[in-house]
């Protein structure tokens, strides 16, 4: 018996060594990687970029505190910042933690403008958001938040398409902020419509409401700009939460914003011990400038193109099997017909890794330098797979 908390579904295969695209098991036979750590392994496992980082910064120093100046964090800063909407930014260590202070910034905000009793944050359904008190309230799945106590107050749920609810929501004296993934991930690479976002972030303005993207999956390339909000224009929001691919596959997050929204964030009001720490932030620095590289992005874009002509074809080729190809870039939905959990384990057997997602969706999430000769593996071994569900149970 295992002595591991028992909250996961792990698969069978156990990995021993990773290179690019692939993992290897003990028997040294390959797998084609398209969960990439879950859009966390951005670069490829073992990218010779980030494992020079992580070295050298190993031999030179690993850890102080956030009592004293980190001077990559003031670097990556200036790349963040740089490169979006934001002023500031605050590091922590995963997507939740991220949340946790892009949740604390919003309401403090309006504490210190002096409007304490705008506390309410809108979320949407289908959303996720990690899995800490606050970002289950905040997503409020109610399969993560069951059995765990209250639901916590000052937190809200809308449909997407309800505009006329969401508008309600937004007017609302006691309203502080409006979380919103740009494109859904585990809810099912849902692409939030362009004219929702610039609605909502129109709506946030008129009404004095923050606007927080949680581009913890979407962000560092994912769909093909180095942000998926910054395929619109004039819907940036003001508070925006990175992750997962933010360290190549090394824990980190970060919380942005603009100064203007981040006023009420005190010395005292927030830290980490380990946030922002020196080895998170050498190779966070290195993923950051391969990622944001223009090359690197147009690549995304192109092999993105490439792999959705595939999926395209096999939709048609499968009806029975695929129901409909979504999301953006290299966060690709693929709705089922049949059980996604025995479509990815079918998958496995033909050693193509894919993740799973909500609406009964897997989900395509390779590395960014997945290349075309990869692809089309994948594409056949995903062909192989709609062709051994045939005569499956529908799910
Ligand atoms: C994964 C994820 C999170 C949570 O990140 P953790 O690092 O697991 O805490 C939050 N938001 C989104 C959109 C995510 O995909």
Not at 11 to 38: H, M, T
Not at 44 to 69: E, Y
Not at 143 to 154: C, H, I, K, T, V
Not at 246 to 269: D, H, K, Y
Request: net charge negative; hydrophobic share 45%; aromatic share 6%.
């Amino acid at each position: 018996m295992s002595k591991l908390l028992n909250v996961y579904n792990r698969a069978a295969p156990v990995f021993v060594r990773g290179e690019g695209s692939w993992l290897y098991d003990a028997a040294d036979n390959a797998w084609l990687d398209c969960v990439a750590g879950i859009a966390t392994d951005a670069l490829g496992h073992c990218n010779p970029i980030l494992v020079a980082a992580l070295k050298d910064q190993a031999d030179t120093l690993w850890h102080i505190s956030n009592m004293f100046r980190i001077p990559g964090q003031e670097a990556l800063a200036e790349r963040l910042t740089g490169a979006t909407f934001a002023d500031l930014a605050f590091f922590a260590n995963s997507g939740s933690e991220a949340i946790e202070c892009a949740l604390k910034m919003a309401r403090r905000y309006h504490a210190a403008g002096g409007n304490p009793e705008r506390d309410v944050i809108i979320g949407f359904k289908g959303s996720f958001h990690g899995r800490t008190y606050g970002a289950i309230n905040a997503s409020g799945n109610t399969a993560y938040l069951d059995g765990f106590g209250p639901a916590l107050p000052g937190y809200l749920q809308l449909a997407v398409d309800d505009w006329a609810a969401i508008a309600d929501a937004i007017a609302a004296p006691t309203t502080a902020a409006v979380i919103i993934e740009p494109v859904q991930g585990e809810g099912g690479a849902l692409a939030i419509p362009e004219a929702m976002l610039r609605k909502l972030r129109q709506a946030c303005d008129a009404n004095g409401v923050l606007l927080i993207h949680d581009e913890v999956q979407s962000g560092m390339g994912r769909t093909g700009r180095l942000f998926a909000h910054q395929w619109h224009d004039d819907v940036a929001p003001d508070i925006m939460t990175v992750a997962k691919a933010l360290g190549g596959g090394f824990p980190v997050g970060a919380c942005i914003a603009t100064s203007r929204a981040a006023s009420g964030m005190t010395p005292g009001t927030h830290g980490s011990t380990f946030g922002g720490n020196p080895l998170a932030m050498a190779v966070a620095i290195a993923a950051f400038d391969a990622i944001a590289a223009p090359e690197m992005l147009a690549h995304v874009r192109e092999i993105s193109a490439h792999l959705r002509d595939g999926l395209a074809t096999l939709k048609a080729r499968y009806p029975e099997t695929i129901v409909d190809v979504r999301g953006k870039g290299l966060l690709i939905g693929v709705k089922l017909a049949v059980n996604n959990r025995d479509f990815m384990a079918a998958a496995r057997d033909r050693h193509l890794l894919v993740a799973g997602g909500g609406d009964n969706c897997i989900r395509l999430l390779p590395p960014l330098t997945l290349s075309h000769a990869e692809a089309d593996i994948a594409l056949e071994r995903m062909d192989e797979t709609c062709n051994a569900m045939l005569g499956t149970m529908a799910a």
